[in-house]
């Protein structure tokens, strides 16, 4: 933990607790900004794909509490990395803004609350669908919380590697809502978002460089370089396009998802060869809002909605 976060902790007269002015002094949209709800999004998406696709079929309101799990899991974890990281938050430009940053809420009080939806979250999962699927998502919480945010971010410049596996959780805990077994077609989608999130992250990290070294965060642009990063991204991409394919050539989906998957993954390689190709980011000059690294890092995300996407209308057409 930092110095600062440190100090604070040994000055909190009511830890995880919500401290006078936090309801009064705070907005409705600050506790939603909390949840990070950009980044909420995909995950969410990403598990309700994982309903989708698993076979059997859960009753409508269980399966909005299982949807309603993830995004309260997911939320906690934003709220509780809010909390730890607001040291550095507070020097990134892109940060800078936070509701804990600002004083709006309490780092009491959003840890009080990032906690409350982590355990609230975990045992309405075990309760409405299965105990192994609250396992899961109690997991995810730990990993995106423990092992990314307090031990991997500010000490490895692979921490967004390792640390890929927290966001990779949600179609894994999707199907095993479902059916109570964790089996193969998971553990690719598993794998196929865990690949996926490098090329993403780095792609953001190049142009947000200049946030990341003023915190002393230790992502590759900082620590290797523009030109190893940008190398780092096509590299990623060219391992994660034919992972894309596993599910049709494991006979999960159709030849339509097949070619979905790969015209999809053309478009992602064509970015991250751009963003290889651009050299204005090579003598450190921060990078326009137009380069081909935003361009790659904006594609990135539409490339995962739209190929999980396609793998759930093809699954359900299938069947």
């Not at 100090?7 to 949840?35: M, N, V, Y």
């Not at 598990?47 to 079929?57: D, K, M, Q, T």
């Not at 953001?204 to 003023?214: F, I, N």
Request: with cysteine; hydrophobic share 55%; proline share 6%.
């Amino acid at each position: 933990m930092s110095d600062s976060a440190i100090h604070d902790a040994k000055g909190a007269q009511a830890p995880f607790t919500l401290a006078e002015g936090d309801l009064a002094g705070s907005e409705p949209r600050d506790w939603i900004a909390l949840l990070k709800p950009r980044v909420l999004s995909l995950v969410v998406f990403s598990g309700v794909i994982g309903l989708l696709v698993a076979p059997g079929a859960l009753h409508p309101v269980l399966a909005l509490s299982a949807i309603l799990c993830i995004t309260l899991a997911a939320g906690a974890a934003g709220a509780i990395n809010m909390w730890y990281d607001r040291d550095i938050d507070a020097v990134m430009r892109r940060t800078r803004k936070r509701p804990v940053v600002t004083g709006r809420i309490s780092p009491d009080g959003a840890l009080a609350y990032g906690v409350v939806l982590a355990v609230g979250s975990v045992a309405l999962m075990g309760l409405a669908t299965n105990w192994l699927a609250a396992g899961v998502l109690a997991f995810s919480i730990f990993f995106y919380v423990v092992i990314y945010t307090m031990w991997l971010k500010r000490r490895t410049p692979q921490n967004i590697v390792i640390g890929g596996a927290a966001g990779a959780f949600p179609p894994l805990i999707g199907w095993v809502a479902v059916t109570g077994s964790i089996e193969a077609l998971p553990l690719v989608l598993f794998a196929i978002i865990f690949m996926w999130t490098p090329p993403h992250f780095w792609a953001l990290s190049l142009w947000a460089h200049d946030d990341y070294k003023r915190a002393g965060v230790p992502m590759l642009p900082v620590v290797a370089g523009a030109r190893e990063t940008r190398r780092q991204v096509v590299l990623y991409t060219v391992l994660l396009v034919p992972l894309t394919l596993a599910p049709w050539l494991m006979g999960f989906s159709t030849a339509a998802y097949g070619a979905a998957a790969a015209l999809l993954g053309a478009g992602f390689l064509r970015h991250a060869w751009a963003t290889w190709r651009d050299a204005q980011d090579a003598q450190g000059v921060s990078l326009t809002q137009d380069a081909p690294a935003k361009a790659c890092f904006r594609y990135s995300i539409t490339y995962l909605f739209a190929l999980l996407g396609a793998l759930a209308l093809d699954r359900l057409l299938l069947a």
